[in-house]
């Protein structure tokens, strides 16, 4: 990774300064040192991994509304790309629906994580100059309050066949809507972020770290102070190409009415958003 980006311990008295720097010079920062065990998260990419493998999958079907459930492999595509990228995944919401074997443990992950994110997304509105502060339209901590919109995606991707459509990756460059992403870590390398530079780095997947990135949301709403972290997920090298990958990002966002700039709602860029990456018409 570049010399910008920091791994910053939870715990230290300097984490918010430090990882508030490292976001934004770089859109991104690795936190080590936090409250979720890292056996707790492996159990339940275990479990999942059993559903994914299972065809009680399809009985999840996402509702094209609400945006909760399965979505099966070859439903996404990123934004300005026409290849699908090369996954499956489930949204949790916290209305949402689950299936009853991983229900309790992915419900007690999701809360954990949130909890992690919302003191995240204090230390980034605590740190912000007040000029910039000044265009925010309620404190960035306020405008999750209360939303049901805070988005546990559990990603899937599949061992590679040799016979995927020409250009098709796990997931193409893109850039995430939300505020800010909280990932545990992958269980294979795989996640590459571009820095303010435009040089690719490998992203750990060490199963002590949380990798955190700004989104589209946080780079609106801020004037471009923060800027939106361009990633992918690049296809593995012929070693792993049989093996699996899991991901579980928590998108952090904002209630629906908050306003973001002079022409977004929280609600209407994510309904943009979702129709150009083929979720939502």
Known sequence: MSAGVLTVDFQSDDAPSQFVESLRTTGFGVIRNHPIPSPEIAALYGSWAIFFASENKFDYQFDKIKQDGYFPFLTEKAKGYSVKDLKEFYHVYPWGRLPNQVREDTRNLYDKLVEIASILLSWIQNETPKKVKSGFSTPLNKMIEQSDRNLLRIIHYPPLTGGEEEGAVRAADHEDINLI???????????????????????????????????????????????????????????????????????????DDVVLSSDYTAESYLNERLGEIGLKQ
């Open 181 to 255: 992403t909280v990932l545990a870590a992958g269980t294979q390398p795989g996640l590459e972020v571009k820095d303010v530079d435009g040089k690719w780095h490998q992203v750990t997947c060490d199963p002590g770290m949380l990798v955190v990135n700004t989104g589209d949301m946080l780079q609106m709403t801020s004037d471009g102070y923060y800027p939106s972290t361009t990633h992918k997920v690049a296809n593995p090298s012929e070693e792993l190409a049989q093996v699996s990958r899991y991901s579980m990002p928590l998108f952090l966002h904002p209630r």
